[in-house]
């Protein structure tokens, strides 16, 4: 039988993606201090992914990995990487993973830890969430505790995933920041500008109160 070929176009595509996406978060201030993560599909088994403690602002080839997600995680990755692996392996469809440490997002984790959702009712931007077609209605975006021990949060984050598959595009971690996804990188980078947008607008009206 034959063995299966690295194929380094799909694997430079998919680094060039991470990339993009990170210098894009980077230079909305959403990733400080060389937090956040970015990660998107090579093919069923790989994605690229930046590495542990790099500053987002200066990325290179050289600090994205490419991961087989049906293997045990190599040293140099980041600790949030169980996250972008249990949302690769649970949902097929998902392209790309994209984590954030933006004040919106961190400041509204807190707000909405006790609840266990942030929701969003009424805007004309729930529109840019796949498979929404109007602002009318409330969207529901799970937030879950902060933990240090990522694979049981992923298990947690996938339980409630998997039962609730009508919630936003993403999810929070209290104190912590925001993950969410896409299809590719369009509508990955959609879904955080949507996020990040309709945080900010909650932000701003909790002010007005
Ligand atoms: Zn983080």
């Not at 990733?31 to 200066?58: E, L, M, Q």
Request: glycine share 8%; net charge negative; proline share 6%.
């Amino acid at each position: 039988m034959a063995l299966s070929t690295p194929t380094p176009g799909i694997e430079r595509a998919a680094v060039a993606d991470v990339l993009a996406i990170g210098s894009f978060a980077a230079a909305h201030g959403w990733t400080p201090a060389t937090s956040g993560n970015f990660s998107s599909r090579v093919d069923d088994r790989r994605i690229a992914i930046t590495r542990s403690g790099v500053d987002k602002n200066a990325l290179t080839p050289s600090d994205v990995l490419i991961l087989n997600i049906t293997e045990p995680l190599p040293p140099d990755a980041s600790a949030e990487t169980p996250l972008h692996v249990a949302r690769y392996s649970n949902d097929h469809t998902i392209g790309m993973v994209v984590h954030v440490h933006s004040v919106a997002a961190t400041v509204l984790s807190r707000v909405a830890a006790t609840d266990g959702f942030l929701y969003f009712s009424d805007y004309e931007m729930q529109k840019a969430f796949h498979g929404i077609h109007t602002h009318e209605g409330r969207i529901a975006l799970p937030v879950f505790a902060n933990s240090q021990l990522m694979p049981e949060l992923a298990l947690e984050v996938e339980a409630l995933l998997g039962a609730s598959p009508h919630v936003a595009p993403g999810f929070l971690l209290g104190g912590h920041g925001l993950y969410t996804w896409g299809r590719d990188r369009a509508e990955a980078q959609r879904h955080l500008e949507a996020l990040e947008f309709l945080m900010t607008c909650d932000l701003e009206e909790r002010r007005l109160r």
